[in-house]
């Protein structure tokens, strides 16, 4: 994988010349202080945020122990002109979008919205799973991840990517594994689940997703090896979601990239005895319940009583908190007192 490969499937340089292929969505370039704000880890309250109300206490120190512990927190910055700009975007947009940067979506970090999405009405929203995003952050912070070139980095200019808010079902969702512009393999992409209808539409999916590529990607895209995601809508229409570099650093889903990069072993869902009579793409989906898989996604979580404190959600969660460091405090102190010379 070239770094010049990753740089093509950024969004703002593919999206012109596919972008009636796929969902409608707006480019803003980043200001400099908002992707500082974005790399910064501090615990930070999110721009925007309502502040935590402590007017329920039980007593007068616990509200001040309480207003101690939010002063220690760095409230995060405005960004009036973005925000107005944003916005403006959103509502463009119809109101609700998908955000991402130039080539992530925050898709690890759907856990700490309110509604358990990525669905965003405000920069408020989009701040939020953006500084809780792994995926995120490697943007940042490593784009050019795995890439076997030695040459300098070429210069990012990072974008937010506003894409207007569709309700996919992702049982429809596939990705498609391009090698010198022919597919070699499609994997279904919310692998971690059973979809009946995938097996009994197999033939269907496959020569849809083949006649899209062939239509509308096929020597049009700046790579001859690239991943592509799709999506067939419940008409049998196929529409382009996404590109992503062929290497390591994109997810293989139900292959191997040593299978994908070999060519050896790359077989459908077949028996050995059908994988002779394969022809096309190899085409792999969970076949039953029994090979359901947790998402991977899950290992990004938290509890939920942790997020609290650290956002400064919930006060008598901080208040008791508070108590338990000052209880273990003076516990510590009265032994050391014990202990004598």
């Given at each position: 994988m070239?770094k010049e490969q990753v740089?093509?499937?950024?969004?703002s340089?593919?999206?012109?010349l596919?972008?009636k292929?796929?969902i409608?969505?707006l480019?803003?370039?980043i200001p400099?202080?908002v992707?500082d704000?974005?790399?910064?880890?501090?615990?930070l309250v999110v721009?925007?945020?309502?502040?935590?109300?402590?007017n329920?206490s039980?007593?007068?120190?616990?509200?001040?122990?309480?207003?101690?512990?939010?002063?220690?927190?760095r409230?995060?910055p405005e960004?009036?002109?973005?925000k107005?700009?944003?916005?403006?975007?959103?509502?463009?947009?119809?109101?609700?979008v998908?955000?991402?940067?130039?080539?992530?979506?925050?898709?690890?970090?759907?856990w700490?919205?309110l509604?358990s999405?990525l669905?965003?009405?405000?920069?408020?929203?989009?701040?939020?799973?953006f500084?809780?995003?792994?995926?995120?952050?490697h943007?940042?912070?490593?784009?050019?991840?795995?890439?076997?070139?030695?040459?300098?980095d070429?210069?990012?200019n990072?974008?937010l990517?506003l894409?207007?808010?569709?309700?996919?079902?992702?049982?429809?969702?596939?990705?498609c594994?391009?090698?010198?512009?022919?597919?070699?393999a499609i994997?279904q992409?919310?692998?971690?689940?059973?979809?009946q209808?995938i097996?009994?539409?197999?033939?269907?999916i496959?020569?849809?997703?083949?006649?899209?590529?062939r239509?509308?990607?096929?020597?049009?895209?700046?790579d001859?090896?690239?991943v592509?995601d799709?999506?067939r809508?419940?008409s049998g229409?196929?529409?382009l979601?996404?590109?992503?570099p062929f290497?390591e650093?994109?997810?293989?889903f139900l292959?191997?990239?040593?299978e994908l990069?070999s060519?050896?072993?790359?077989t459908?869902n077949?028996?050995q005895e059908?994988?002779?009579?394969?022809?096309?793409?190899?085409?792999?989906?969970?076949?039953?319940e029994?090979t359901?898989q947790p998402s991977?996604c899950?290992?990004?979580?938290?509890?939920?009583?942790?997020l609290?404190?650290t956002?400064?959600e919930?006060?008598?969660?901080l208040?008791?908190f508070?108590?338990?460091?000052?209880?273990?405090?003076?516990e510590?102190?009265?032994?050391?007192?014990g202990?004598?010379?």
């Amino acid at each position: 994988m070239k770094k010049e490969q990753v740089v093509n499937c950024q969004f703002s340089v593919w999206y012109p010349l596919f972008k009636k292929h796929t969902i409608k969505s707006l480019i803003l370039p980043i200001p400099q202080n908002v992707i500082d704000y974005l790399f910064d880890d501090g615990t930070l309250v999110v721009s925007g945020s309502s502040q935590t109300q402590t007017n329920n206490s039980d007593s007068d120190e616990e509200d001040v122990q309480v207003c101690v512990w939010l002063s220690e927190i760095r409230l995060a910055p405005e960004f009036p002109e973005f925000k107005i700009r944003v916005q403006e975007a959103i509502n463009v947009l119809g109101g609700r979008v998908f955000p991402k940067l130039n080539w992530s979506a925050p898709r690890d970090a759907n856990w700490i919205a309110l509604n358990s999405s990525l669905q965003c009405q405000s920069l408020c929203d989009i701040f939020l799973l953006f500084k809780s995003s792994d995926f995120i952050t490697h943007d940042l912070t490593q784009p050019f991840l795995h890439c076997s070139d030695d040459s300098p980095d070429p210069t990012i200019n990072y974008e937010l990517v506003l894409r207007k808010w569709s309700e996919l079902i992702p049982g429809a969702e596939f990705r498609c594994f391009v090698k010198e512009n022919k597919i070699i393999a499609i994997s279904q992409r919310d692998y971690t689940q059973h979809y009946q209808h995938i097996a009994k539409q197999e033939d269907s999916i496959s020569s849809a997703i083949l006649e899209f590529f062939r239509d509308h990607i096929q020597y049009q895209f700046p790579d001859e090896d690239f991943v592509l995601d799709v999506y067939r809508d419940s008409s049998g229409r196929v529409w382009l979601i996404d590109f992503n570099p062929f290497g390591e650093v994109t997810d293989s889903f139900l292959f191997t990239w040593e299978e994908l990069t070999s060519g050896k072993n790359l077989t459908a869902n077949q028996t050995q005895e059908d994988t002779a009579l394969q022809e096309g793409p190899a085409f792999r989906y969970t076949t039953s319940e029994v090979t359901v898989q947790p998402s991977p996604c899950l290992s990004y979580r938290i509890p939920r009583d942790f997020l609290d404190l650290t956002t400064g959600e919930d006060a008598y969660k901080l208040i008791d908190f508070l108590k338990l460091k000052k209880g273990q405090q003076e516990e510590e102190e009265s032994d050391e007192e014990g202990e004598g010379p």
